[in-house]
């Protein structure tokens, strides 16, 4: 079953210009994790925060955390026509040691 | 490291037949993992082990699918017979877990016809 929801489905941008992708959750979790797809490949982890954590940073990347409104924010600052991907949410719930997976966000950069 | 190692890429099947799906995770990775994407269904966890030991199945469909870990270096995931709504993509991934990520392999590609 589907525990995080990436919002929106999809996302097309200019280079240069933020891309921000959401996700929520239903219950309790140990950590947050966003992932990164191109397409015929395999996942690229790209940051994770746990649930203590509000704010975490990672080059151009920026991850919120609210866990009062189960909910997290993927940000992708000055972005690239290489950042042209799916971007999946996972959360490892409370109890268990392993992710569930959205179904992610499309984003497309144009050069 | 050469990250996770699936084989085969890509595979195509009759209906009906077995079809061994293999995986080689990163050294020293205590866990591994089996996931299957599909358009319709996302990413689906069918199984979990650690140090070898499967630890929860719940997600393997049915009987048809089985899973191996005989040593550290080594899984594997059979389906028989195949099914043409088996077609997906299989990953596998491996991890030392917090503050680690998953490693995943590049999956491959299952096509039952």
């Known amino acids: 079953s589907q525990q995080g929801e990436e919002d929106p489905q999809a996302l097309s941008i200019q280079e240069g210009e933020n891309a921000t992708m959401n996700c929520s959750y239903k219950?309790?979790?140990?950590?947050l994790q966003w992932y990164r797809q191109n397409s015929g490949r395999g996942l690229v982890h790209l940051i994770l925060?746990?649930?203590?954590?509000r704010e975490k940073h990672s080059g151009r990347l920026r991850v919120t955390l609210d866990t009062s409104k189960k909910s997290s924010s993927l940000l992708i600052t000055a972005s690239r026509a290489a950042d042209t991907a799916s971007y999946f949410c996972?959360?490892?719930?409370?109890?268990?040691?392993?992710?569930?997976f959205g179904k992610g966000t499309m984003l497309l950069v144009s050069p | 490291d050469a990250g996770v190692i699936q084989s085969p890429r890509h595979e195509v099947t009759e209906m009906g037949q077995e079809v061994t799906l293999r995986c080689k995770p990163i050294?020293?990775?205590?866990?591994l993992f089996w996931y299957r994407q599909t358009m319709m269904r996302g990413l689906e966890l069918l199984i979990y082990?650690?140090?070898?030991?499967?630890?929860?199945d719940s997600g393997m469909p049915e009987d048809r699918f089985s899973a191996k870990m005989p040593n550290a270096s080594f899984s594997t995931l059979k389906i028989q017979p195949s099914e043409p709504r088996d077609s997906a993509v299989y990953f596998c991934?491996?991890?030392?877990?917090?503050?680690?990520?998953?490693?995943f392999g590049s999956g491959t590609r299952l096509t039952v016809v």
């Open positions: 991934a491996s991890s030392l877990r917090e503050p680690y990520g998953y490693t």
């Open positions: 219950t309790s979790i140990n950590n």
């Open positions: 925060i746990r649930s203590n954590e």
């Open positions: 996972a959360t490892e719930n409370s109890g268990y040691s392993t992710l569930t």
């Open positions: 050294s020293g990775h205590n866990s």
């Open positions: 082990f650690n140090n070898n030991v499967p630890i929860d």
